[in-house]
């Protein structure tokens, strides 16, 4: 499975941007799609999930902010992150986990967000 993402940028405080995450390869099916980031100096942290049936979840400090959504016929997920604050500041990787015979988890390559002003 290879996932391509995009939307990344730098932006205002306050500002927005979408971030997109699609996956390509043998899938016959994807559970769960999911982003994390990584902020300098901090471990990898958890943003939001979303299950094969829509069921979100979301780490406290973008909850009300960020909205998680996917697209199953064209295998993408996105991340739409409003009132951006430079705490949001960092790195970040679309993650997937998809049946193609096995479950089999996979990272997308990053996608830099900066928020400053």
């Known amino acids: 499975v290879q996932l391509q993402a995009s939307g990344g940028g730098t932006v205002q405080p306050g500002g927005s941007l979408r971030l997109s995450c699609a996956a390509s390869?043998?899938?016959?099916?994807?559970?769960?799609m999911a982003w994390y980031r990584r902020a300098p100096g901090k471990q990898r942290e958890l943003v939001a999930v979303?299950?094969?049936?829509?069921?979100?979840n979301y780490e406290d400090s973008v909850k009300g902010r960020f909205t998680i959504s996917r697209d199953n016929a064209k295998n993408t997920v996105y991340l739409q992150m409003n009132s951006l604050k430079p705490e949001d500041t960092a790195v970040y990787y679309c993650?997937?986990?998809?049946?193609?015979?096995?479950?089999?988890?996979?990272w997308g390559q990053g996608t830099q967000v900066t928020v400053s002003s």
């Open positions: 979303i299950t094969s049936g829509g069921n979100t």
């Open positions: 390869g043998s899938i016959f099916s994807i559970n769960r």
């Open positions: 993650n997937v986990d998809a049946w193609v015979g096995r479950t089999l988890i996979s």
